[in-house]
């Protein structure tokens, strides 16, 4: 568990929450949005956390016994609602661990702190049951909803709760934290932080996951070989990566990063601008052997794979028709 000091980003929500603590402003509901992996319950934590510390500051100290507790997911005034069930929130879990416990004071804190993670599977009972207590709550009652978006929800919660949402990271702030925290190889930190879009929790993920390696080594012989194989050898080599059990999705947003290093050195002639740094080798030949229409072809090939792979179109027949792009440009 992180103080907000600790926590990369999230500047605006960060001086929000400390802001409501330091003027006696807490809400209380508050909805924090963000993609699964932004740190929804990084910040949730380390908002209970200094509302419950001892020592009243806008950052928890670590030290009192009520951090502690915190630290040890084990403080009685801080309640995260759980669910039996995968895909939803029913009325009866927040009946049981919102609604019959919220009228129970502190039992050692100046606040009581409920915590909804995946709030946007609150089925519509559970979500008027939860409006009951969030329109008339003790004084004491802090209720924190994460969610992935607010769309799910009813207007009533809506209106009733201070919306805060988490923006993307910047690449070169994961970037940092990938070399520094987990020693990533420099270009292997370029593509992870690419690929998590301002996710951290994505980029770690990726950083710590041996099939995305595999993945990462595998592409990389099969665009570096593409112009010598032909279809068929192509369409194995992805039909050994499926079974595998390899995201087709994160191969063709792989290849796009690919090609887009190919073209911005066509442009450019500046390696330092190279993602894949490693392999400027082969990207300054795919550049001198393609031309500006070629790699735009390419690119466009692969948006149209995946749109075409959303939509459910026979998979081979949509990966031989980008193959084939590929190797005409």
């Not at 200094?50 to 507790?69: D, P, R, V, Y």
């Not at 191969?251 to 190279?274: G, H, I, P």
Request: glycine share 6%; hydrophobic share 40%; net charge negative.
């Amino acid at each position: 568990m992180l103080g907000f000091s600790e926590i990369l980003g999230h500047e605006a929500v960060k001086i929000n929450l400390q802001k409501a603590i330091k003027y006696n402003r807490v809400s209380h509901g508050y909805l924090i949005v963000g993609e699964e992996g932004m740190g929804k319950k990084t910040l949730a934590d380390a908002f209970a956390l200094s509302l419950l510390c001892e020592k009243g500051g806008t950052e928890g100290c670590m030290a009192c016994h009520a951090c502690k507790q915190m630290l040890s997911k084990n403080h009685p005034d801080c309640i995260y609602v759980t669910h039996e069930k995968p895909g939803s929130i029913g009325v009866e879990d927040i009946r049981k661990q919102v609604n019959g416990t919220v009228g129970i004071r502190p039992y050692s804190s100046e606040y009581k702190v409920y915590i909804i993670d995946e709030a946007e599977k609150m089925t519509g009972q559970a979500q008027n049951a939860l409006l009951k207590t969030i329109e008339d709550p003790p004084g004491y009652a802090v209720i924190l909803l994460l969610a992935t978006s607010q769309e799910a929800f009813l207007p009533t919660i809506l209106s009733r709760c201070v919306k805060l949402s988490l923006k993307p990271l910047k690449d070169s702030v994961i970037k940092e934290y990938l070399l520094g925290r987990m020693e990533v190889k420099e270009q292997e930190a370029d593509v992870y932080a690419a690929f998590a879009r301002g996710n951290l929790g994505k980029a770690i993920s990726l950083a710590s996951s041996e099939d995305f390696k595999l993945l990462y080594s595998e592409l990389l012989y099969l665009l570096k070989q593409i112009k010598q194989m032909d279809i068929g050898e192509m369409l194995n080599y992805i039909r050994r990566l499926r079974e595998e059990n390899i995201d087709l999705n994160e191969c063709l947003e792989f290849m796009q990063l690919w090609y887009r290093d190919v073209l911005m050195f066509k442009v450019t002639k500046d390696a330092n601008l190279l993602m894949f740094k490693d392999e400027f080798a082969a990207v300054n030949e795919m550049s001198n052997n393609s031309g500006y229409e070629g790699l735009e072809n390419i690119l466009s090939a692969i948006d149209k794979a995946r749109i075409r792979l959303d939509a459910n179109v026979n998979t081979e027949l949509v990966l031989e028709l980008m193959f084939l792009v590929m190797k005409e440009n």
